[in-house]
């Protein structure tokens, strides 16, 4: 192409190169910290992981909310307490159980629906 550097071709060229080295610079950095924050929710996600088993370990009950359909899950042995206990759903705040025997609940065992690792269905 027969281009210096002093004419003006030559230093559009020259810019446009010292932009691309920029560019590269920026995305080789963005590149860094993408990795260090893929490893850091690799990491949460092996917490999670240890958590979930550990809470797998105790019998829980599954309820639904029958106003607005909401998944629930309580300890079994609420069913054992001496005082009265109501359960009432997060999203609405309807009672959805309360271990006096006035409601009627099927028991069902987290551990017997889900292997660990499984997600639950929201």
């Known amino acids: 192409m027969n281009i210096t550097g002093g004419s003006p071709q030559g230093k559009?060229?020259?810019?446009?190169?010292?932009v691309l080295n920029e560019i590269a610079d920026e995305i080789s950095g963005i590149q860094t910290k993408f990795d260090e924050m893929q490893e850091y929710i690799?990491?949460?996600?092996?917490?999670?992981?240890?958590?979930?088993?550990?809470v797998l370990d105790d019998d829980y009950m599954e309820l639904e909310c029958r106003n607005c359909g909401e998944q629930l899950y309580i300890e079994s042995d609420i069913?054992?307490?001496?005082?009265?206990?109501?359960?009432?759903?997060?999203?609405?705040?309807?009672?959805?159980?309360?271990?006096?025997?006035?409601?009627?609940?099927?028991?069902?065992?987290?551990?017997?629906?889900?292997?660990?690792?499984?997600?639950?269905?929201?």
Do not use: K, Q, Y
């Open 42 to 54: 690799e990491s949460v996600d092996d917490d999670l992981l240890d958590l979930e088993e550990s």
């Open 79 to 122: 069913m054992d307490d001496e005082d009265v206990i109501e359960v009432t759903c997060p999203r609405c705040n309807e009672v959805i159980f309360i271990n006096d025997g006035s409601f009627d609940h099927e028991h069902i065992s987290v551990d017997e629906e889900f292997e660990v690792g499984e997600s639950r269905p929201s």
């Open 12 to 18: 559009i060229i020259s810019g446009i190169l010292n």
